[in-house]
T-cell receptor, first 114, second 113 residues
Framework: NAGVTQTPKFQVLKTGQSMTLQCAQD?????MSWYRQDPGMGLRLIHY???????DQGEVPNGYNVSRSTTEDFPLRLLSAAPSQTSVYFC?????????????FGPGTRLTVT | SQQGEEDPQALSIQEGENATMNCSYK?????LQWYRQNSGRGLVHLIL?????REKHSGRLRVTLDTSKKSSSLLITASRAADTASYFC?????????????FGKGTLLTVNP
């Protein structure tokens, strides 16, 4: 199994541009989520999904959109990039049960917005 | 807002010593988890402890949970240079949802050979 994969690894955007960060998992996990990690801030939840067709907001959802059309894929869209969105983005997945459970993380996408 | 807060922010020890990191949180939880992150990498799950458990072991790791004090500790025994990493606690239950994980800011552990 490849686990959780993320593309691209690095990306530079200009302010106002849009882009989609890709996330895929091959473990048939129902739960998928997106986090951003900023220096000294730990990880903050952007959006999450408990299954295909179901998404919900996390702690910092503004400026980001998600959709979940398949179990495997959970793309994160930046609608109009801003310098404040410069961060490292991590996608994670897990089996659902009584909660989010043990998370399997992807390697991350390092995004710079100029 | 951060649910979990680790303490200390940074810890430097010698190989072979034990390392203890603490996590405090604010609201009731279903589970508490610990993760490790090597520099520039994704997080790796270490251990999950449920709210009705008080202690859990996994290899050289020992986790305790005190729900009355809303705190947890992670003990790494006989540390190795390869244990050098950032360690994060994560709690669920934020905003009434068991599906929202909240991470602390982490403890940076340096194990000197």
């Amino acid at each position: 199994n490849a686990g959780v994969t993320q593309t691209p690894k690095f990306q530079v955007l200009k302010t106002g541009q849009s882009m989609t960060l890709q996330c895929a998992q091959d473990m048939n996990h129902e739960y998928m989520s997106w986090y951003r990690q900023d220096p000294g801030m730990g990880l903050r939840l952007i959006h999450y999904s408990v299954g295909a067709g179901i998404t919900d907001q996390g702690e910092v959802p503004n400026g980001y959109n998600v959709s979940r059309s398949t179990t495997e894929d959970f793309p994160l869209r930046l609608l109009s990039a801003a310098p404040s969105q410069t961060s490292v983005y991590f996608c994670a997945s897990s089996r659902t049960g009584q909660g989010a459970g043990e998370q399997y993380f992807g390697p991350g996408t390092r995004l710079t917005v100029t | 807002s951060q649910q979990g807060e680790e303490d200390p922010q940074a810890l430097s020890i010698q190989e072979g010593e034990n390392a203890t990191m603490n996590c405090s949180y604010k609201t009731s939880i279903n589970n508490l988890q610990w993760y490790r992150q090597n520099s520039g990498r994704g997080l790796v799950h270490l251990i999950l402890i449920r709210s009705n458990e008080r202690e859990k072991h996994s290899g050289r790791l020992r986790v305790t949970l005190d729900t009355s004090k809303k705190s947890s500790s992670l003990l790494i025994t006989a540390s190795r240079a390869a244990d050098t990493a950032s360690y994060f606690c994560a709690t669920d239950g934020s905003g009434g949802s068991n599906y929202k994980l909240t991470f602390g800011k982490g403890t940076l552990l340096t194990v000197n050979p």
